[in-house]
């Protein structure tokens, strides 16, 4: 049986708010080469990478435009989280969207 992957889109939240909710539930850095660099095949690496226990997530966060005629951007963020089981993946996502869906965390 394979690992569990879920991916996850997260817009207006800054990045350093989000890796302190991932701290909390026990992550630690672990270094994407070249992050944010393209790949040969395309593929864009990601711009930052965390462990816990047993799972791991991989992001990257670009900058949008908030409207079309204002200089305004927001960063949206694309991550990638992978568990062992779909049963810890479920337990992970629940946890970390208890902060993320809420300000201050």
Do not use: C, N
Not at 48 to 59: C, P
């Amino acid at each position: 049986m394979g690992r569990a992957v879920r991916e996850l889109t997260l817009r207006a939240v800054p990045i350093w708010l989000l890796r302190q909710y991932l701290e909390q539930l026990g992550a630690v850095d672990i270094e994407p080469p070249a992050p944010g660099q393209t790949d040969p095949d395309g593929v864009v690496r990601p711009d930052g990478a965390m462990s816990g226990d047993g799972w791991t997530v991989l992001w990257r966060t670009e900058q949008r435009p908030m409207h079309p005629r204002l200089p305004t951007k927001m960063d949206e963020h694309y991550f990638v989280f992978t568990a062992e089981t779909e049963d810890a993946l479920e337990s992970l996502m629940d946890r970390f969207m208890m902060k993320a869906q809420r300000g201050g965390g």
